[in-house]
């Protein structure tokens, strides 16, 4: 079954750090782009940050440059997403998700053509 698993969710206050992981199976992992969406209430979904896992080429959302950084263990077939100096606009469902053809800026910009998508795991910063 192809699928992404997300985890590592959870509630922080302004200023702390969260890690999410996000567990691929099902399919080839090396030919994919993985990245992270994050959902506010009532808003469109926003593209935060995706890895080529083959080569490891990374792309951030301005508003996480700086703050977020994402890798890649090929050996665990596993994403994550180390979130820092968090704020209370970074509340949000975050969704993992990968796709075989798209990468970089086309990856985070067209998130309806994007192939497989985690159920998605909820982060809270409280001021």
């Known amino acids: 079954e192809v699928q992404l698993v997300e985890s590592g969710g959870g509630s922080v206050q302004g200023g702390g750090s969260l890690r999410l992981s996000c567990a691929a199976s099902?399919?080839?992992?090396?030919?994919?782009?993985i990245g992270w969406f994050r959902q506010f209430p009532g808003k469109e979904r926003e593209g935060v940050s995706c890895?080529?896992?083959?080569?490891?080429?990374?792309n951030y959302a301005a508003s996480v440059k700086g703050r977020f950084t994402i890798s890649r263990d090929r050996s665990k077939n596993t994403v994550y997403l180390q979130m820092n100096s968090l704020r209370p606009e970074d509340t949000a469902v975050y969704y993992c998700?990968?796709?075989?053809?798209?990468?970089?800026?086309?990856?985070?910009?067209?998130?309806?053509?994007?192939?497989?998508w985690g159920q998605g795991t909820a982060v809270t910063v409280s001021s």
């Open positions: 099902g399919f080839t992992f090396d030919d994919y782009t």
């Open positions: 998700v990968g796709d075989r053809d798209l990468y970089g800026s086309s990856f985070l910009n067209m998130p309806t053509n994007l192939e497989i």
């Open positions: 890895i080529s896992i083959a080569d490891g080429i990374t």
